[in-house]
């Protein structure tokens, strides 16, 4: 329903969040070889009590900066379900000066037409998604006023029971030229007349 998509991707670490339709046992696997990654990523514990199995979240630790990373999240009959991939920051990923992913995205509102997404970056910086339907082709934006640190996008006007694909960046901070990117993300609207899912995954 929500997800995947990797959080908080640092030069050496990752997490990766998702959000199951029902309660289902998962495991993901990750590594270089988009074809066999090759280890198995640590399970947190559900945030919400309410969407304890259905919410998902894994660790990923120990990773190499600068690199192209995929991921495969496998049912408990070992069948893929969803996949996707994000790119490690450089290892001069924690010099000050430069704009940084510090929490998220993550998805704070979903109904049959729109969804809300937030994150948090390292300075006050400009606040942009790029979202669509194909993945190739991110070119519908949502925005929000320039200056804040923590940066909250509502999307209207989506079609119901659609998955879509989308990105978030911020630049233009004070006393940095760098800009900021997520990894691709993704979410599958509600179907029409079904109750919006609220406080998906909570801010920390």
Do not use: C
């Not at 000050?96 to 910086?125: H, M, N, Q, R």
């Not at 070119?139 to 923590?150: I, L, N, Q, V």
């Not at 900021?180 to 007349?193: D, L, P, V």
Request: charged share 25%.
């Amino acid at each position: 329903m929500a997800g995947p998509i990797a959080q908080n991707v640092t030069d050496h670490s990752a997490t990766v969040f998702w959000l199951t339709s029902r309660e289902a046992a998962t495991t993901l696997k990750y590594g270089l070889n988009e074809e066999h990654p090759d280890q198995i990523g640590t399970l947190e514990p559900s945030r919400s009590d309410e969407k304890a199995n259905q919410e998902h979240r894994a660790a990923l630790k120990n990773l190499q900066p600068d690199e192209t990373y995929f991921f495969q999240i496998l049912n408990d009959a070992g069948e893929v379900q969803a996949s996707g991939q994000f790119q490690t920051e450089p290892s001069e990923y924690a010099q000050a000066g430069i704009l940084k992913i510090v929490d998220g995205p993550v998805f704070e509102y979903l109904d049959s037409t729109s969804v809300e997404i937030a994150w948090t970056t390292s300075a006050p910086s400009s606040t942009l998604v790029r979202y669509g339907i194909d993945p190739n082709d991110l070119r519908k934006t949502a925005t929000a006023p320039w200056g804040e640190e923590t940066h909250r996008v509502q999307i209207s006007g989506l079609e119901p029971n659609t998955k879509y694909h989308f990105v978030v960046e911020s630049a233009q901070a004070r006393d940095s030229g760098t800009m900021a990117k997520s990894a691709e993300g993704s979410f599958r609207t509600e179907y029409q007349g079904e109750a919006a899912l609220t406080n998906i995954e909570p801010r920390r």
